[in-house]
Each structure stands twice: as C-alpha cells, then as structure tokens.
C-alpha cells in the first residue's frame, strides 16, 4: 500500500522552518543520504541529539560524520555494536547517554541490536529502497531491476527483531523507465524523494500521527546480496530478462560471461605496455580527474623534474608524454619508483602503478591519489579474545578469514574451543557453513584466476613468504602460547618444533619459488622439420588443506608453504578442536601483504566444512593428514566430484626394533621419545617397540625409571616434560585402549591411569608381552601408550615380518651399532621413512610421507612442491 503525503503544520520564524512538535533523535548510519536527512532533520527544528556512524576510512571521516562534527553534534564512531550476538557495553552506555525519543537509520549497513532498536520512547525507523515487503534485502535496489518490476519506490517502516519485515510507515513509488540503472533510480527518485520521506516520517511520529501497517506476506520476496559468483549471464532467456539481469547487476558485482568456455576479459594491455581495465576501453580515461590542491601542485612539478631527467630525450614534458612510448626501460621504472620515494615524503609506489598509468597526467592522478590514501588497502578489522598469559598479552582472533577479511559464519554459529589444561572454554569460535566455505573457496578461485597473486613474479611470491616466517618468527612467543593453550602442547616445544619447523617451513620454501623449472626433451624428428618439446610446471589452482590437531601451526605450514611456493591459493580448515594459530597466522599474512583471497580459514566440523571442500567443484587439490578412515571417504569424494588431486597422510602404526647391539643408553632415551614426544600425539610416533630378547628386560626397566622422572603439567611451566592430552574424547579413547589391552592379556607395567587432576592428563604408560594379534599390536594409540613386544635373539628376519606385518607404513626405526644389519633392515621396512639409531629426525628439506594405508604423496622438501604442480608439454615445429 502506498501512503499519501502528510501536510504537516508549519509557521515561520527568522529563516528558520518550525514544527509544532519536536523530537530529539538519534541519526544511525553513514553516506551522503545519512548526512542529507541528518542536515535537513536540523533545519526543520528536530534536536540531533547525536550521530552514530562507522569509523574513519584512511583518516577520512564519513560524510554524515562529517557534517555533525561541523555543528558540534556528539559523534559516536562504532566499528559494530555486538560480538558474538551480545550488545557491546560501552556502545550501549554511550548510545544511552544522549537520551533519543527516536532512533532514525537512514541507508544504515551496521547490525543494530535490539535493546538500542527498543530502548527509546518512539523506537527506530529505518529507510529501505523498495515497496516492502517485497525486495527484503541488501541489494534491492538491484533486485528491482532483474525481476523486471514496474515500479520502483522505497519504504519507511518500523524496525523489528526480523529482516525489514516491520510495519509500514510511509511508502513512495516511481515508474522504471526501460534503461534504468540502479544509479539512475537512485539519483532520480530514490535518494532525493527518500530525504523528504524520513524528514516526514519523523514529523508523523512527532504529531503522533504515524500509522503502523503490518506487512502482509503476500507477495513477499528475499533475495541475497549479490556476489560475483552469482551474477554469471545464461544466454538461455529472452532479450528483455538479459537486459534486466546485466543492468540490475550494475558494476558491483557486474554481470559476467565467457565467451567459448575460456575467455574473460578484465583488464586490456596495449602495445606501449599500458594496462587499463577492459570496461573503461570506450571512455575517456580510468577516473575522473581529481583537482590538485596547492601542495599536490608542487609534487606534480616534482615528478615532471624526475621524468624530465629520466626522459632526457623529450624536449618538455607534457601532460599527454607517454613514459614508454618516449623510450623508458624496465629499469627506469625502478628508478622513478625509488625517486619518488626519496623526493616525495617517502610516498611507497609499486612498479605496477607505472603500468597502469604511462601518460604523465595520468601518473600524476594516480600519485595524488595514492598520497590521499584512496588507493590503500582497507586496514584489517580484527576482533580478538585477549588473555593475560604467560607474562604476556595473547591477542586471537576467533572469525573465519575469508577474502582478506575476518568474518563471522554467515549463520553467525559458534562453538566453544577448550584448554586442555583444565577443561575450560578459552573463547567462541565461528563454525564455518556450507556458503562460508563456498565463499571462501570463490575467493581463492578469484585470487588465483583474477587477482594480484595469478600475476605475481616468482620471486615476489618468495619475498612474501618470506616476509611471513619473519613475522611467524618475531610472534614466536605469542605463536606458542596459543598452541599450549589450544592443543596443551608444552610451552618449551611448542617454541622449538610446532612454531619453530613452521619458520623454517615458510623459508625453505620461499627459497623454492623462483627456481621451479621443466625441462627440454629431444624427440624423434620430422624431417626437414624441427620440433621443439619443453615442459612446465604450472601451479593447479585453489587448493584445500584440511590439516589435525597435534601440530595445528606446523602442520599448517608442512602443506601450506608448499602449495602457495608453487603459485596456488587455498582455503584451510584447522581442526576444530585447535583452530586458534591458524587464525592467527591468518592475521600476519595479512600483515605481511599477501593479497586478498589468497589465504583463506575456516574453521569449523570435518562432516560440514571439510566433506564440503572435499566435493567442491572449484577445489583442484586436496591435501590432507588425519586418519586414514577419514582419508578414504575425502579420496572418494574427491574422485567422484571432479576428480581432483589429493595427498593424503594418514594413520600410522610404526615399528621401532632395538636390537641387543645397540647403545642402550641412547635407545632408552630416544625409544621414549619416539613414544612420549608431543604427549604421544605424533603421526610417526613410535606404535610398537620391538625389543631384542637378551636386552628386553633392562630395556623396560630402564624406561620405568625413566618415566618417574618426567614432570606432568601446566605446558607453560618451563620444566614440564609432559602436558594435557588435546581434548577430552581422545582421552577418553586412551583410556579404552589401556583397559583392552590389560583384557586381551598384555601386560600393564606402568601408568593406564588419568592423572587426578584438572584437564585432560594421562599417566604415560608402558605395556609388555604384547602378542601379534592384540588389538595394541595392531591399532594406533596416538598418546603416549609404549607398546613393547619381545622377539628372539638373532631373528632379524622374523622381526621385520612382525614389523611388516599392518596396514601402515609411515615411519620406523632400527637401533644396532651394526651397519650392514642397520642397511638390511632399513630396505626390508616397508615404511615412507626409516630412523637408524635416532628418531624423529624430520627437516624441512627431506620428503615426509607414508606407503600402504599410511597415505601417499609427499609434505616438506622438493617432492613436495610436486603435490601442488602440474606438468605441461609443450611442441613447437620451426
């Protein structure tokens, strides 16, 4: 229903237009539409009694901001009223502090809780540009223009807990006109008739005349925002529903088409190496032209001084001089660069921005630009749960990261992620949807396709990665008391291996980047013909990385280095149970400039996000390390979606033979670390021990003794041997383990037992006479569960059938002072690594995965750049 005008009551006096009734108001919003209801709201005598609007944009206020400020209205500046769903408390105290009869939100983009929508005497309005109810949304304007509607109009209504589905206040219509664009419609109609029609409404409310129509759900609509990935063109519609569809998308996102399956055009390139985006081919030139003010004048001057040096051949430099085409090199690019940075305040400018500016006048523009800070990156918005900790301040991060931006699921899910080490909630994390994943996928997809990484040199890529092991290595400490509280790993080796390996990871493989090459291969001629064959290696796309929950950081970086060294973008879901190093990681990338989209997180359940990315279609590699149950559902769903590329590190059942030769000292020690190391929680622990008759006995005694000396405890005490198993299912699950083995008769020499403690503590445990069909001699603990099996002496040949003999094939190991039994052995073991006379010795630079049910494919080292290429061939006949 449309509402006629209301002739309101006014008399005159000094210049100045008066109501009979007044209110005093709070404006919330932002835009120029913000500032034109508030200005005119103060001319027809209502008290703005303050503005409540977004914070500066690189030192820039918004306009509504603006105006206020000008007339010393109170100005609350709110980044967002709410986290996690609750109202903020200091925003609450200071929007109550003006004492608003009426809440008025023109255009407004933030979510307004409740008890501010409710609290004051006249509650809220809200302006929406559509005819309710139908056009429910954020994009309405648009929506308007692809369903075809004839008419276009907008609402005043009474805000509500729902989504612009309270009563109607006043509504207002227009004709579309057949080439309508959304700015068209705005400009005529609904930006200066939707002025008028919020200064009304607000006098209605103040005469008390204002009606309340509910919204009828007849004929109601709901469209979602429009995104890029929803805004392709099908040709298969009549000209009038395409006409509709292209005009309705406007410039963001944009309609979009390929042409043959393969071609998209966004940006153009010109003989003189100019590069202009394609959609700006017909007009006059990139951007308007900005007027410069006095100041920018002399750093005009400035450059022409530079370009006249450098371009000592041109005569004069004039506004249309082109840096290329009057005979400029790549170098001089990296000379005006560098001069501009010294000459001009240190003002940092890219190559690029030569390029895409190669005419002086247009180089000027871009350079003014860049000095007002309308070129900058957006600064990233992060909201953190803080802990004092550690005698330090630990700042996390607790959104998903998607497309360079925290975020909250689109559903706005959370769940809890506990300490280990007592059983407490440290913060909510978001719960990653089916659409987060999707968008995030989408981002990686457009980064990889379209955006600065799909561009970027070789050695560019590796300067950013190594960028971020410098930033993983100056946060080390942050880094490591996270994981402690996270994953309960032990402070002292969360800083040595879970973030340590992560540096060395980044860097290993920043080194890489630049020096990934293919080959020449001679073929078999044909004559008088030649022909050329080479190959090369080429990144495959967006990649998804699902990674445990033992070494949530190194695991992260063991597959991620690799896949982005190799020129790909991914989306990575943490475990669910430790996500907090991955979003924290997510935020240094950002500081260490990789590029939006390039980096994406979403933390969240394997059964949602990860079978998601597992299926999707626009996913070309899936690495993935966890159980190999697990393993074989995401290889199958992989095969069956688009047959994507997958790596898998799965479970593990590792055997370790000591044989009566070796240095008994040295075995006892580290045939406990191959067991006790990270709590147990280690992929190539240490499954069963084998242990040579003569010595078995000394061996068992030994590593008793040994285990009674081991500190259990807070990870963060520095002298703690022995932390908090990661969360309590797994816990519980070892404790199962211990009570079938005692039932299938092996023997429990030490521990089985939760330590009687707060948190998730469990004794660390030896069994003996374990026998070959037990389920302990066949099945993975993951904790720290020593399982020894005796065998005779001199049986090396029956030894590594009983090693040889499971599904697994990750890791072993032989300790003998014998070489030539020590070779033997390490041939006949049927694992992806073998340990002689040491044990997990992993580096960054030696290949790291298993064989059989263990998984396939490679982490760390050369061959694990292989995972994340593809080999093209190609032939040239001259």
């Known amino acids: ?158 805000a509500d807990d729902g989504l612009d589905t309270g009563p109607i206040l006043l509504q207002r219509a227009c004709d579309v006109k057949p080439n309508d664009t959304v700015d068209a419609l705005y ?96 007009s006059s030139g990139e951007t308007s032209a900005v007027e410069l003010t006095a100041e920018e004048m002399k750093v005009a001057e400035t450059i022409k001084v530079i370009w006249a ?10 506004d249309s001089t082109d840096f290329f085409k009057s005979g400029a090199s790549s170098m001089d690019v990296v000379r005006l660069v560098e001069e501009i940075r010294q000459k001009c305040g240190g003002l940092q400018l890219q190559n690029e921005d030569v390029y895409m500016a190669t005419k002086f006048e247009d180089f000027v523009q871009k350079v ?80 990889f396709e379209n955006g600065e990484w799909g561009r970027m040199n070789a050695r560019e890529r590796g300067r950013l990665m190594y960028r971020l092991a410098d930033l993983l290595e100056e946060n080390q400490e942050e880094l490591a008391t996270i994981e402690a509280l996270d994953s309960g790993a032990v402070y002292t080796l969360a800083l040595k291996t879970h973030i340590g390996m992560s540096v060395q990871t980044f860097r290993y493989f920043a080194g890489w980047c630049d020096k990934i090459q293919g080959s020449t291969i001679p073929i078999n001629q044909a004559r008088p013909n030649h022909n050329l064959t080479f190959t090369k290696k080429e990144p495959l796309g967006a990649c998804a990385i699902i990674i445990p929950w033992n070494y949530p950081l190194m695991m992260l970086a063991w597959k991620s280095a690799a896949c982005l060294a190799a020129g790909n973008t991914l989306v990575l879901k943490p475990a669910q149970v430790t996500p907090l190093t991955a979003l924290k990681f997510a935020e240094l990338t950002v500081k260490a400039g990789f590029p939006k989209g390039v980096i994406n997180i979403v933390p969240g359940s394997g059964g949602v996000a990860g079978q998601r990315l597992s299926q ?55 045939g406990m670390g191959a067991v006790f190391f ?41 002298s703690t041997d022995h932390g908090p198993q990661n969360h309590k299912a797994h816990l519980e699950k070892l404790l199962q383990y211990c009570e079938t083995g005692v039932k299938e008769g092996a023997t429990l020499v030490y521990g089985g037992q939760q330590v009687q403690r707060s948190g998730f503590f469990m004794e660390p445990t030896v069994f003996t006479d374990v026998e070959d069909h037990m389920y302990l001699a066949r099945e993975e603990s993951f904790g720290p569960i020593m399982v020894i099996s005796k065998f005779q002496n001199g049986d090396i040949d029956g030894v590594l059938r009983r090693a040889n003999n499971t599904e697994y094939g990750l890791a072993s190991g032989v300790f003998t002072r014998d ?35 263990s998984g396939f494919g490679k982490d760390l080292g050369e061959e694990a750049l292989n995972e994340y290429l593809k080999t093209k061939t190609v032939t040239l006949e001259y």
């Open 616 to 670: 999707h279609p626009d996913i070309r590699k899936l690495g993935f390390t966890g159980s190999t149950s697990v393993g074989k559902q995401i290889m199958s769903s992989c095969a069956v979606s688009n047959l994507k590329k997958v790596s898998l590190e799965l479970g593990g059942k590792s055997p370790l033979i000591i044989f009566n030769d070796c240095d008994l000292d040295k075995a006892v020690r580290m």
């Open 309 to 318: 040096r450098i371009l000592s051949n041109v005569p004069v430099i004039e």
């Open 678 to 718: 990270n709590k147990g929680e280690n992929c190539i622990a240490a499954g069963r021990l084998f242990v040579e008759e003569s010595i078995h006995d000394e061996f068992v005694t030994r590593v008793v003794e040994e285990i009674k000396k081991m500190k259990i405890g807070d990870p963060l005490d520095r």
């Open 1 to 158: 229903m449309l509402w006629p005008r209301s002739q309101a009551l006014r008399h005159f006096s000094t210049g100045q237009v008066y109501f009979k009734n007044k209110l005093k108001l709070a404006l919330i919003g932002q835009s120029l539409f913000g500032k034109e209801v508030y200005s005119h709201l103060q001319r027809e005598g209502h008290r703005v009694v303050g503005v409540f609007t977004v914070p500066d944009k690189d030192g820039k206020a918004d306009p509504l901001a603006l105006a206020a400020e000008k007339d010393g209205t109170p100005v609350f500046k709110f980044p967002k009223w709410r986290v996690k769903g609750k109202t903020i408390k200091e925003v609450a105290e200071a929007y109550q502090s003006v004492g608003a009869e009426l809440n008025v939100l023109p255009f407004c983009t933030q979510f307004i809780p409740m008890d501010v929508i409710d609290c004051p005497k006249h509650g809220s309005i809200i302006y929406h540009p559509s005819l309710l109810p139908r056009h429910r949304g954020a994009s309405a304007i648009n929506w308007t223009l692809i369903s075809g509607d004839k008419q276009a109009g907008f609402s005043v209504f009474w």
């Open 368 to 447: 003014v630009r860049k000095l007002r800070g309308e070129d900058g990156e957006e600064e990233l918005a992060v909201d953190y749960v803080s802990k004092e900790i550690n005698e330090m301040t630990v700042n996390m991060p607790y959104q998903c990261f998607i497309n360079g931006q925290f975020v909250d699921a689109e559903d706005g899910e959370t769940y809890d992620t506990v300490n280990p080490t007592d059983g407490s909630t440290i913060c909510r994390v978001s719960y990653a949807s089916l659409a987060d994943v999707d968008k995030a996928v989408a981002a990686a997809k457009d980064a």
């Open 819 to 853: 070489i030539n039994k020590a070779m033997y052995v390490s041939d006949k073991l049927e694992a992806g690594t073998v340990f002689i006379n040491t044990y997990n010795k992993t580096d960054v630079a030696a290949p790291f995965g298993g064989v059989k049910q």
């Open 187 to 282: 400009n005529r109609f609904l930006f200066p008739e939707g002025v008028k029609a919020m200064v009304e409404a607000v006098q209605l409310i103040a005469d008390g005349k204002a009606p309340r129509v509910p919204q009828p759900e007849e004929g109601a609509t709901y469209e979602g925002i429009q995104r890029k990935e929803n805004a392709e063109i099908s040709w298969d519609q009549p000209a009038e529903v395409l006409h509709n569809w292209i005009r309705g998308h406007d410039k963001v996102p944009g309609a979009w088409t390929e042409i043959n399956g393969q071609l998209v055009v966004r940006n153009l390139q010109f003989e003189d190496g100019k590069m202009i985006p394609a959609s700006q081919y017909f």
